[in-house]
């Protein structure tokens, strides 16, 4: 009996140091400040942004974060229709059509999804503050 206790004493003693390493690295990792920021513009490698861009807030109104309309429109169809995101595609000139990805209103008589909304170059400027 006393040869069980023993081993079950030593069996605790084991497994409390290692716990406690467990925890105390789980404590540090989730308190440690963060050294490593992402730039707003990391996820527009490759985007027509302007260069000071990265200095900018990411709620800094869209015409300060990108040259022209074009930009900005070539930068939502390359961020957002790969993941059914809301952008617009020129299907004549100068008239945008809201593309909303693979959104789909199915009702009695099927699909009844609406057709999407569209813009002129104009509307599209005023509304993201391109025009003057």
């Not at 290692?18 to 490698?45: F, H, K, W």
């Not at 309309?69 to 809201?98: C, K, N, S």
Request: net charge negative; hydrophobic share 35%.
């Amino acid at each position: 009996m006393i040869v069980s206790q023993w081993h079950a004493s030593q069996e605790i003693s084991l497994i409390q140091p290692l716990a406690i390493a467990a925890l105390v690295g789980a404590m540090a990792a989730c308190g440690a400040p963060r050294t490593e920021q992402v730039g707003d513009n990391s996820l527009n490698q490759g985007t027509a942004m302007n260069s000071g861009s990265a200095d900018q807030p990411s709620d800094s109104p869209i015409n300060r974060r990108f040259k022209s309309l074009d930009d900005y429109l070539a930068w939502l169809r390359q961020t957002q229709e790969p993941v059914d995101g809301p952008w617009y595609e020129e299907i004549r000139p100068g008239i945008y059509q809201l593309r909303t990805g693979n959104l789909r209103v199915l009702g009695p008589s099927g699909d009844e999804t609406p057709p999407g909304q569209t813009f002129t170059r104009a509307e599209l400027e005023k509304k993201f503050g391109f025009s003057l």
